[in-house]
């Protein structure tokens, strides 16, 4: 999931990007409120983390702009300000919740769980393609009953596969989703990780489930019943 990081203090966007991705998540940070509010609209965000305090255009007039563009978007408001009226304009900005400095970082991540699973129409916590299990919640994936281990970004990728089941994605939209604006649209990175889940995945079970469609994109699926007899004989 492709999350945009707001906030000008480079320390604690740092800190925060870190941990997010850290966490699978990829993520664009901005520095102000003009230029969260052009990325916002070049690109497609799962959750926007939003500080209030910022150069240009402020949080709250962030918020209002992007739900006046129509955007349904979750967002997450931080602010050093604890007062009840700052919390209540926060979300009446159109802020989906609020979240005070200083924070734990674990909080962060619960809140932000919370508003995607809100957002995206209350995605499954356990996602199964034939005998693939993944359990979103714990980030753990598991074949036939037996675990998979996976590196942070491997399972990002799966993860994207997996709720897009059965629909071809392309590299764009992969692009867009499972890496942030320092990915390179040329590079064979997709190729590579798309391999690397085939290794793990695909090769000890014999039927494969993620699929190639040349030229368009890549799907996770379960093969007709007549390919798996042909893999299952080759």
Not at 28 to 51: F, K, P, T
Not at 73 to 89: H, K
Not at 185 to 209: A, C, H, M, T, W
Request: proline share 4%; with cysteine.
């Amino acid at each position: 999931m492709r999350i945009l990081l707001v906030d000008d203090e480079a320390r604690m966007a740092q800190a925060i990007r870190r941990g997010l991705r850290q966490a699978a998540y990829a993520v664009d940070v901005a520095r102000d409120g003009e230029d969260a509010l052009y990325q916002a609209s070049i690109n497609d965000y799962d959750a926007v983390i939003l500080d209030v305090m910022l150069p240009k255009r402020n949080g709250f007039e962030v918020c209002r702009e992007l739900r006046a563009q129509g955007s349904r978007v979750p967002v997450l408001m931080l602010t050093a300000r604890d007062a009840v009226e700052d919390r209540i304009g926060g979300l009446d900005t159109g802020a989906d919740d609020y979240l005070t400095k200083p924070f734990e970082f674990g909080e962060l991540l619960a809140r932000l769980r919370a508003l995607l699973r809100r957002g995206q129409e209350l995605r499954p916590a356990i996602i199964r393609v034939g005998d693939l299990e993944i359990d979103t919640r714990g980030q753990r994936v598991s074949r036939g009953g037996r675990l998979i281990e996976l590196t942070t970004k491997e399972y990002t990728l799966l993860e994207y596969l997996a709720r897009n089941a059965g629909k071809v994605v392309g590299r764009e939209e992969i692009s867009e989703h499972v890496w942030d604006d320092t990915f390179d649209p040329f590079s064979k990175l997709i190729e590579v990780y798309i391999n690397r889940l085939r290794r793990k995945i695909d090769e000890p079970f014999g039927v494969p489930l993620i699929h190639t469609r040349r030229g368009a994109g890549y799907e996770l699926r379960v093969p007709p019943a007549e390919d798996r007899i042909e893999a299952e004989h080759v």
